[in-house]
């Protein structure tokens, strides 16, 4: 079976500073992933802040290039992406969704804008098909043209934008969707809706997602795979089920053991206890 | 469109507030300088020779008649305003008999043209620059026009005006340093008289932009090092927009509205500059009318200018407040 996204032992390096005080930070190190193409799935990767994931979502996006290894998408080298063309053509099939839904939007500009410039630009639509596009991806993200026609994001909700960012992402019916945290800045009760659209997506849009966060629950929940991350390595990965069910590394129990559960809901915390 | 009327509406009420209030405040502190011109004219008259007591106290009672400072202080206030509404200050205490109009409208074109190609030049200026070191913050170039931003910025307007004065005026003496235009030069829309004009503001307006540029510079720079890194300009970039449109489309105008609204604040202490430059170039315009009727005691002329420099900044901030709505849709109209 051929590789959606390979992902090939890929490490990154950022160099700050002076030549006199120079710091090196080591943010991916020796890592790899791979999705296959033909069979969608979630991959959540996990870590705390610092851990590498967004530089890893940066690099799967083409947005940093890596210091070694490499990272091939449907076999092609995406550090290789270079030309406003390519760069539409990789944009089509790979879709980005952001932390921030107040910044996924550019403030000055209507939303329907995006939309209906996607349809054009990654998805060839003319006429009244743009319109219909961005209705039918509105729609698979429980929004409708209407709500949004001539609205500007100041104008619309946290979790509407974030719903409309996933629209946008949808119509160019992409392979991949990177996602990097989509519900850490979205309120508790809209988190599971959104959680639960990205399962539809795989299910019936056969969308393969790379799924970003620090959330063991939600990635628990959703994901097929995970991959756990710290200070830049892979310290474990497997089957979601599995890896979650009986952790190994002692990074990976420690998560889990911090992840507040129903039950500890009212008992003293350490801190009250010393 | 009628919720931006309403806007329009509020925002003329509130002008019309400024002005009036300003021109009180004007016509207050004016009337309450211990310089009188009229004891200044007779201390004048009376240093040449001896004038017996009865003399001095004729003339005294007839200047205060010709200036018009007869009556109470109520209706003297009450005439003051009847003559502001038709845009007439009386007649100038120190260059009598020639109306106070008449010398504001010749001062000011010199002042209001300094002034807005200064103010134009800076902001445009340090605008750009700042939102081209900001995005393209490794370019070395940029990098040191920030620094030399940074480092003009601090100096006190003086120092600047004055070293202009002795490098471009008396080291490597090519412009002008004093006057609006070349004295003898016939007035007109003649070749000759327009290079003059623009020659001898070369030095004044360098100073001011000089000065005004590191400010828009910087804050420029800031906003826009701020904007690059939002995700919808990462999308763009993803998208495969070109650097360009990013910097223009994306990332400048969305760093453009804080600017005007500076912009806008900036014009308040705009004619302060304007008495510095005028003193330091010997320039015609208002800032040099206005230290001499101060001097003079010249409170007509004190109070005209003062309300012409009231009007024409309020004015400018409000043609901005009511551009502003059109700039950003964030901005609530109602």
């Known amino acids: 079976m051929s590789a959606l996204l390979d992902i090939d032992r890929v490490g990154m390096t950022y160099v700050s500073g002076t030549l006199l005080a120079r710091r090196v930070v080591r943010a991916v190190d020796d890592l790899s992933l791979r999705l296959e193409a033909g069979r969608p799935e979630i991959v959540a990767i996990i870590g705390e802040s610092g851990s590498g994931k967004t530089t890893l979502a940066r690099m799967i996006l083409n947005l940093a290039t890596p210091t070694d290894g490499v990272i091939r998408f449907r076999g092609t080298d995406v550090a290789k992406i270079r030309s406003n063309h390519a760069r539409a053509d990789f944009m089509r099939q790979v879709q980005p969704i952001f932390q921030n839904p107040f910044e996924a939007f550019n403030p000055l500009k209507r939303v329907d804008r995006y939309l209906f410039m996607s349809a054009r630009r990654l998805a060839d639509a003319r006429g009244a098909e743009v319109d219909a596009l961005a209705d039918r991806a509105l729609h698979q993200v429980g929004l409708s043209l209407a709500e949004l026609r001539g609205r500007f994001p100041h104008e619309l909700s946290g979790g509407q934008l974030q719903r409309a960012a996933i629209a946008r992402a949808l119509i160019s019916a992409p392979k991949l969707i990177v996602a990097d945290e989509p519900v850490s800045m979205v309120d508790a009760s809209l988190r599971m809706s959104i959680v639960n659209l990205f399962r539809s997506l795989r299910d019936e849009l056969h969308v393969s997602i790379v799924y970003i966060t620090h959330d063991l629950a939600t990635a628990y929940y959703i994901s097929d795979r995970v991959l756990i991350m710290q200070r830049g390595r892979a310290v474990e990965s497997g089957a979601a089920r599995e890896v979650l069910a009986n952790p190994q590394h002692p990074y990976s129990r420690l998560l889990k053991a911090s992840v507040l559960s129903p039950e500890d809901a009212g008992k003293p915390t350490i801190a009250a206890n010393t | ?334």
Not at chain 2, 216 to 227: A, E, K
Not at chain 2, 290 to 303: F, N, R, T, W
């Open chain 2, 1 to 334: 469109m009628q919720a931006y009327a309403i806007y329009a509406l509020k925002r003329l009420a509130q002008f019309v507030l400024v002005v009036f209030i300003g021109i009180n405040l004007a016509y207050l502190i004016s009337h309450a300088t211990p310089i009188d011109p009229v004891e200044q004219t007779v201390s004048a008259a009376t240093s040449f020779g001896n004038a017996s007591p009865e003399a001095i106290l004729m003339m005294r009672a007839s200047l205060r008649e010709l200036y018009g400072l007869e009556g109470g202080a109520v209706s003297q206030y009450a005439a003051f305003w009847r003559r502001v509404l038709v845009g007439d200050f009386g007649p100038s205490l120190s260059a009598f008999p020639t109306p106070v109009s008449t010398l504001i409208g010749r001062a000011l074109p010199w002042t209001v043209g300094l002034l807005s190609v200064s103010t134009c030049l800076a902001f445009a200026l340090g605008n750009l620059l700042g939102g081209l070191a900001g995005y393209f913050r490794e370019s070395r170039i940029l990098k040191l026009a920030g620094i030399a931003a940074m480092a003009v910025h601090p100096i006190p307007y003086y120092i600047v005006a004055f070293v202009l004065l002795i490098v471009f005026g008396y080291l490597w003496p090519v412009l002008p340093i004093s006057g609006g235009y070349r004295i003898n030069t016939p007035w007109g829309w003649n070749a000759e008289f327009v290079l003059s004009v623009v020659t001898h503001a070369i030095l004044p307006v360098a100073s001011l932009v000089l000065v005004g540029v590191g400010g828009w510079f910087m804050g420029m720079r800031s906003l826009v090092s701020n904007i690059v890194s939002e995700d919808y300009v990462v999308y763009a970039e993803l998208a495969g927009v070109s650097r360009g449109r990013i910097l223009g489309a994306y990332v400048m105008r969305n760093a453009l509205a804080p600017q005007v609204t500076g912009l806008a604040m900036s014009l308040g202490s705009i004619f302060n500059g304007a008495i510095i430059t005028e003193q330091v170039f010997g320039y015609p315009g208002i800032g040099t009318l206005l230290i001499q009727a101060v001097h003079a005691g010249d409170y007509s002329l004190v109070i005209g200018i003062a309300s012409v420099s009231i009007v024409a900044v309020s004015v400018a901030v409000l043609i901005i407040d009511l551009l502003y709505p059109l700039l950003d849709p964030r901005v609530k109209v109602a």
